[in-house]
């Protein structure tokens, strides 16, 4: 039997797509980026000394203040930017400072040891960000970068974040004028101690006057433990961070007990959807699909009114078909209608901790292609680098137009 299956010639590069694809505009355009950058700092030593290079001071002329010195030959130096890899050679001086000591002059526009512009490394760390694993990147942006960009460059790119991180860890909050709160948990892999752990991210979003939310804290935890919120709402509290109006949360009992004892009497609202989730795990596949109809009558009722109508029918009809779904909503008490106690254009936006939850899904769709992330700070730092970049956007709430009206004192009737 004869095979068609063919060997390639040693030594013979596979084709690989866009291979082929040569732009003559891109081509062209880098050609000419050497001699710009060349010239640019050549203009900057120019004016640092006051003279061109060759050039003398006439007698008699004084030197500028600082600049005294004298150009010593030239150096190459190796360039990545947006525009791809180039060899520059960037000229030497040596200035005199009023204080008489001789020093190398230092350009601004090229930092000492400078490899790559910032807008490569934006590029490369956007790239990551976008959901594209470290060892991938090289491949991704192999059309820009002509040599391609190791795992190794993307971790260095990545640490340089960190610098940005810790600062937005230390803002002040004083001056941020939040008045809802949304407070939920995710968890996520890490690598701790060589091996794949679970870790919770709790994250806190805020909603200022005028309804832009905006993430005010993510840490990474062992748990949704009371001492674990506690930590967080000390922290964002230590910063500035005002008595909120509103709250919404999911319903952990750690979160709930935390807020207690730092902001008692705050009207705290249960998210629907996780009480939803609850109401069908107390009962029978069965009998899933007319809970979900009964229990969104409820919730989704025009007025506060039919709410309260309808949450009693809810009761009295569990309690005699399956009495711990009847249960499970007498646990929530009031805190599953304090959205009632808001203008109705809010209650969309106020019902669940939905705000939250997608963030949770972008950034597990984020995290997708590394599986374990390699630490329980990388986690946090990813997660608010996903907005701080720009990959994720953040809306302004339904109803912003009326959060500056007085929140009412009592929400459904809970007598059945």
């Known amino acids: 039997m004869t095979s068609n299956t063919m060997k390639p010639v040693a030594g013979e590069a596979e084709a690989l797509l866009f291979d082929s694809w040569f732009d003559p505009i891109e081509d062209g355009l880098r050609a000419k980026v050497r001699g710009f950058i ?82 490569a490394d934006a590029l490369i760390a956007s790239t990551y960000l976008a959901g594209t694993n470290t060892r991938r990147v090289r491949r991704a942006l192999a059309a820009v970068f002509a040599e391609g960009v190791g795992k190794d460059v993307v971790s260095r790119v990545w640490r340089k974040v960190k610098t940005d991180w810790e600062a937005w860890n230390a803002r002040s909050l004083q001056h941020e ?31 200022r006057e005028d309804g832009q939310k905006v993430l005010l804290g993510v840490k990474s935890m062992g748990g949704e433990t009371t001492e674990a919120w506690r930590a967080v709402l000390d922290d964002l509290i230590g910063r500035g961070l005002r008595r909120p109006h509103f709250l919404i949360v999911d319903g952990a009992p750690g979160l709930e007990k935390a807020l207690a004892a730092v902001w008692d009497g705050v009207p705290t609202q249960r998210c629907t959807v996780h009480k939803h989730r609850n109401l069908l795990a107390h009962a029978p596949q069965r009998l899933h699909e007319e809970i979900s109809a009964d229990y969104t009558d409820m919730i989704y009722a025009a007025t506060a009114e039919e709410i309260e109508e309808r949450r009693k029918a809810f009761l009295r009809k569990w309690r005699l078909r399956h009495r711990a779904v009847a249960g499970s ?33 972008e950034f597990k769709r984020r995290i997708k292609t590394q599986t ?21 956007r953040m809306r302004k709430v339904d109803g912003w137009q009326s959060l500056a009206k007085p929140i009412t004192s009592q929400p459904v009737a809970l007598v059945a």
Do not use: C
Not at 375 to 388: G, I, R, V, Y
């Open 38 to 119: 060349e010239t640019m700092i050549e203009e900057e030593l120019t004016t640092a000394l006051s003279r061109p290079r060759y050039g003398r001071r006439q007698d008699g002329e004084a030197a500028g203040a600082g600049v005294v010195g004298h150009r010593h030959g030239r150096r190459t130096r190796r360039l990545t930017g947006t525009f791809g890899p180039t060899e520059i050679v960037v000229p030497r001086a040596r200035v005199v400072g009023e204080d008489g000591t001789k020093s190398e002059w230092r350009s601004a526009a090229l930092r000492a040891y400078q490899r790559r512009t910032l807008a």
């Open 177 to 207: 004028p939040i008045v809802r709160l949304i407070l939920d948990g995710t968890v996520v892999r890490v690598r701790l101690d060589r091996k794949a752990t679970s870790i919770s991210l709790l994250v806190v979003i805020g909603v």
């Open 329 to 361: 909503l007498e646990e929530a008490g009031d805190k599953l209608f304090a959205f009632t106690r808001l203008p109705p254009s809010q209650w969309k936006s106020a019902r669940t901790t939905n705000a939250i939850e997608r963030l949770h899904e």
């Open 372 to 392: 374990i992330l390699p630490s329980a700070e990388t986690a946090a730092m990813l997660f608010w680098a996903l907005l701080a970049s720009g990959q994720i």
